[in-house]
């Protein structure tokens, strides 16, 4: 009522259904965030679960907010919100991490969207050195943009002993740790991801890519169903279940996934990455022809192109497109030595040159 918000929380044993804790607050709606925080923190001594950001997060929630810029915030309206209270921290949070995936997936041109994200990253940071995805966030742009692998994993684990709790961050210190070549700790911090965000499809789904990526495609196949069973139209599921039919030769099942998902670049380049396998040259290179038109117009990544000619068994072409994606900086390139579709070439010198031109560990 007013300017007077009351939020209300009960929790409830799921095998009685009975009651064991419930409390209610009355706050300003400017103090709305320091509430949640508050509401956040007492649920977790309800239930005991041990997980605590650092101190000065907690004094970092509680200044006051502009209700306005808040609404927008929650409703993910993130440029909105910093347009009315350009002192959000939060916000310019919110930003950058909605700036990630776009420019991984290759939707827009790598360097500049990487850069954008930085800067988001970057003025959050200025405003509230607590924010914890901003701090993953910079550290990915610099891992993208700098080749700075390890300066990238720093960043990211000082991002989850900022906020343990943030299933997102502890999501990019897997990621991390899988393009290293620790495949075992990675799959481990994204079942840790998976327990702070259990029915997050994509988070699921992303286990199955881990796995993937990992060798165990027993494993990726149960997630990534699993992530299906909850969202049948999940693009990114449909994506990974065609690369998985892929590697254990089912290759109908491997051309048929993916284009349960949207008509985008990706989707094309595990078609015709399927086709080339299948030894089936004319539809593959009708995607080639198709994508290398579409270039005109907007980006399109190199590291798709160099996936295609891989199939092609043509090795020359494969690296040719690779070493575009490293002066592009292409999003996907941080996969490069883990992604199956690339066996063929790694025994050619030219690709452990490649690795070396990125900085990869050990290289």
Not at 93 to 105: E, I, K, V
Not at 111 to 116: N, Q
Not at 225 to 231: E, K, M, N, S, V
Not at 345 to 360: E, G
Request: hydrophobic fraction near 45%.
């Amino acid at each position: 009522m007013g300017g007077q918000a009351r939020l209300t929380t009960r929790l409830i044993r799921v095998s009685d259904q009975t009651p064991f804790w419930d409390k209610t607050y009355h706050r300003d709606l400017g103090q709305i965030l320091a509430s949640q925080a508050e509401l956040a923190h007492a649920i977790a001594q309800g239930i005991e679960r041990g997980l605590r950001p650092e101190a000065g997060v907690s004094a970092a929630r509680a200044r006051p907010l502009n209700a306005e810029a808040h609404e927008a915030y929650l409703r993910g309206d993130y440029a909105k919100a910093v347009d009315i209270d350009p002192n959000y921290a939060a916000a310019f949070t919110g930003l950058a991490g909605d700036l990630y995936y776009p420019a991984l997936f290759g939707f827009f041109t790598p360097r500049p969207a990487f850069t954008k994200m930085m800067n988001a990253a970057s003025r959050s940071l200025e405003l509230d050195q607590t924010q914890a995805l901003a701090h993953a966030c910079l550290a990915l742009g610099k891992l993208h943009l700098d080749w700075n692998w390890s300066e990238a994993e720093e960043g990211i684990r000082h991002a989850v002993r900022l906020d343990p709790a943030d299933g997102e961050v502890r999501h990019f210190l897997a990621h991390i740790l899988l393009f290293t070549g620790r495949p075992a700790e990675s799959a481990r911090d994204c079942r840790r991801a998976l327990e702070l965000d259990a029915f997050n499809s994509s988070l699921i789904c992303c286990l199955g890519f881990h796995y993937l990526l990992a060798g165990d495609l027993e494993k990726a196949l149960e997630s990534t169903r699993q992530a299906l069973a909850f969202d049948p139209k999940l693009g990114w599921a449909h994506m990974i279940l065609g690369w998985i039919y892929e590697q254990t030769g089912m290759f109908a099942e491997a051309l048929s996934a993916p284009r349960k998902g949207p008509d985008i670049a990706i989707r094309k380049v595990s078609i015709a990455h399927a086709y080339a396998r299948l030894g089936n040259r004319p539809p593959a290179e009708k995607v080639l022809s198709e994508l290398l038109a579409e270039s005109k117009t907007h980006y399109i990544s190199p590291y798709g192109m160099a996936v295609i000619y891989t199939g092609l068994d043509d090795k020359d072409r494969a690296l040719e497109w690779l070493n575009r994606a490293v002066e592009e900086h292409t999003g996907f390139l941080i996969f490069v030595n883990s992604d199956p579709r690339f066996k063929p070439l790694r025994s050619d010198a030219r690709f452990r040159d490649l690795l070396r031109d990125i900085r990869f560990p050990a290289a």
